[in-house]
């Protein structure tokens, strides 16, 4: 056997990790015993699935559990399991590095908070399990072996930097983390934790729920002096989404979320559900009050557990939510599936497509509920969440409505507070048929687009969809309670037309005479512009600018056209609608300067001006933005 003691540097991110836990960013450090005693859980629930699988599985399962080892002499606290344990090549992955998306950034985050408070709300964003040890360790080993393994491994850090890993074959099976306290320090929050009282005292906070046996060695007294030692198991061991909502704390379901999530912040909502009948089941489930970091990752793990009669199958099952709602988090537990299910057979098995919509619902009608009983909190889930949700708008169609019920957006109608669809249409004006929305990069963007002049000027609320997702969904929603969702950059943008009476006449009469001043202008930039636009005419939406981009009702919408090359996804280019203001001044002259010399080839670089200002204006991009800025820079000398 290889015994050499290897000395291996930390991953960068990982040691600006330790080093803000052992500067104790976090003040409550009690809870490292609940991450190390998560992990020991964890590493049970694997090693009965693994053997559940392969009965063949050298490994003794017959007495799982978890136990606490104080000695306070030496001042050492060790947490150990008989459960799955790991590799030498797993430690080194999962305890030398931190391979989590996001992870820089929050690091950054840490290191420029200078408020506490706003440190440990950072922190709590990140599951940081096993590195919380350094907050009240000046020593951390770890001694593991895995199930079906003959030989194990001991690893061992000081926080510095650097660990050590080395060979060693005389390891139980399973894992055992010994933690070198540093002194006591009450000022410092640091307790002793090797008193019994205070181990007992954590583990019915943090962990009691928890599935398996926690053992410890206690002494009783045996006589009149002597004492003895017995075997204590210090939690219940009763499963929370088992007991009635009635008899449990909400500090109980919280210090369960956290179990569950490693998250160091309690959940925004508690959502529980008992199924009875020819199918049973019951969920707890978890709306976080964050979003993860990992949220928008490709290697986020879902957050929903699966267990069949108390039995743990697996700690991400996606088929029991949809990827639209990844971020929630909790336990079902089934009575009626197979212990030895697999994925493939959960994608196709119609007890738990029944559980999923029964799940989706509840998840739907909590949040829905949030927005009349609780505002502020409903509007923390959607700030933090909304992004995600608006997903289900397009991959859920069965659930598009109640999506589209709890969703909220920015609109012109309140620069701070967003608004719902339903509350739109209830502020509609007389005679409006139609829901105005503009999608774009941002609300000043929006509000300042030339589209948005004519909706400006006579009062009608817009929507501003700012987000990625807004582009898809809202060509996937047609209408909502009968009102159509129409873009403001559409060429018909659907807003009532002149008033009769004398003033609408005097209006319809100026618009013809206007076309007929025009019609020699519109017919040359539509020679001059015929490969970048498809049409050239005047504009009853401007009120201000010279001119705007307008498509057509089948045009794909061009922010769309750039997402999808973005992608990497070209498609054919959609040519649009130049619209011009035939009352402003730029377009008044454009009109005389070509009704006294047509042929001025200066005329056409002010054509090509006027098209990318009207590309500019929209937050578009130019094809050739060089070329653009000469054009500028010498029409801007000959003014000086």
């Not at 369960?256 to 707890?284: C, I, M, N």
């Not at 949040?367 to 502020?376: A, N, R």
Request: charge should be negative.
């Amino acid at each position: 056997m290889d015994t050499r003691v290897e000395t291996h540097e930390f991953q960068a991110e990982a040691r600006q990790l330790l080093r803000l836990m052992v500067h104790s960013i976090y003040s409550n450090k009690d809870v490292f015993l609940r991450e190390l005693i998560s992990n020991a859980s964890d590493a049970l629930d694997k090693l009965r699935l693994a053997h559940l699988t392969d009965s063949d599985l050298p490994a003794d399962v017959s007495d799982l559990h978890i136990a606490l080892e104080a000695d306070r002499e030496r001042r050492t606290l060790t947490v150990r399991d008989n459960g799955i344990g790991m590799t030498r090549d797993e430690v080194v992955g999962l305890i030398g590095t931190v391979a989590k998306s996001g992870t820089a950034e929050l690091l950054r985050q840490l290191e420029e908070s200078k408020d506490a408070a706003a440190s440990q709300d950072l922190i709590g964003r990140f599951g940081v399990g096993f590195y919380s040890a350094f907050m009240v360790a000046d020593r951390v080993t770890l001694l593991t072996r895995r199930a079906g393994e003959e030989s194990g491994t001991r690893w061992e850090s000081d926080g510095d930097g650097t660990y050590t890993v080395e060979q060693v074959g005389d390891a139980p099976q399973g894992t055992a983390v010994t933690v070198h306290l540093k002194p006591a320090d009450a000022e410092d929050h640091l307790f002793d934790y090797t008193d019994p009282w205070k181990i007992r005292e954590i583990v019915k906070r943090y962990s009691d729920f928890i599935s398996w046996p926690i053992r410890m060695e206690a002494e009783r007294p045996d006589g009149e002096s002597g004492t003895r030692s017995e075997t204590e198991t210090l939690n219940s061991m009763k499963a929370l989404w088992a007991r009635p909502r009635s008899e449990v704390k909400d500090e109980e379901y919280h210090e369960f979320y956290k179990h569950l999530s490693h998250d160091w912040q309690d959940p925004l909502e508690t959502v529980s559900l008992r199924a009875e009948g020819s199918f049973e089941y019951e969920a707890l489930l978890f709306l976080p009050a964050r979003a993860p970091l990992d949220l928008f990752s490709r290697d986020a793990v879902s957050g929903v557990q699966l267990y069949v009669k108390r039995v743990f199958i697996m700690d991400d099952c996606r088929e029991l939510m949809p990827e639209y709602l990844r971020f929630v988090k909790g336990v079902v537990d089934a009575a009626d599936l197979s212990l030895n299910i697999s994925r493939e057979i959960l994608q196709q098995d119609r007890q738990i497509q029944l559980m999923r919509r029964r799940l989706v619902k509840k998840v739907l009608s909590t949040v829905k509920g949030l927005m009349t009983s609780d505002p502020e909190r409903y509007r923390t889930f959607w700030d933090q969440f909304g992004r995600v949700v608006k997903e289900g708008i397009i991959t859920d169609p069965d659930n598009q409505r109640a999506v589209l019920d709890i969703a909220s957006f920015a609109s012109t109608h309140d620069a701070d507070e967003p608004v719902t669809l339903r509350a739109y249409v209830e502020r509609m004006k007389d005679g409006q048929e139609d829901i105005y929305y503009s999608t774009g990069e941002s609300r000043s963007v929006l509000e300042n687009s030339p589209h948005m002049e004519a909706f400006h000027a006579k009062g009608y609320e817009v929507l501003l969809l700012t987000d990625p997702v807004d582009e898809m969904w809202v060509e996937s929603v047609r209408e909502y309670d009968g009102k159509r969702l129409r873009p403001v950059n559409q060429g018909d943008t659907g807003l009532p037309a002149e008033d009769d009476g004398e003033d609408g006449e005097k209006a319809r009469t100026e618009r013809d005479r206007q076309e007929s001043d025009f019609a020699p202008l519109l017919s040359w930039l539509r020679e001059q512009l015929a490969d970048e636009v498809k049409d050239v005419r005047l504009s009853s939406r401007l009120t201000s600018s010279p001119a705007c981009l307008v498509g057509d009702a089948q045009d794909l919408p061009p922010s769309l056209e750039r997402m999808y090359r973005a992608m990497g996804q070209e498609g054919p280019p959609v040519k649009r609608i130049l619209e011009l203001n035939p009352g402003h001044d730029l377009v008044t002259g454009l009109r005389r300067a070509h009704a006294e010399r047509a042929g001025d080839p200066a005329l056409r670089e002010t054509a090509e001006l006027l098209h990318g200002t009207a590309l500019l204006a929209e937050g578009g991009g130019l094809n050739d933005p060089a070329r653009f800025a000469r054009l500028l820079a010498d029409r801007l000398a000959r003014t000086l």
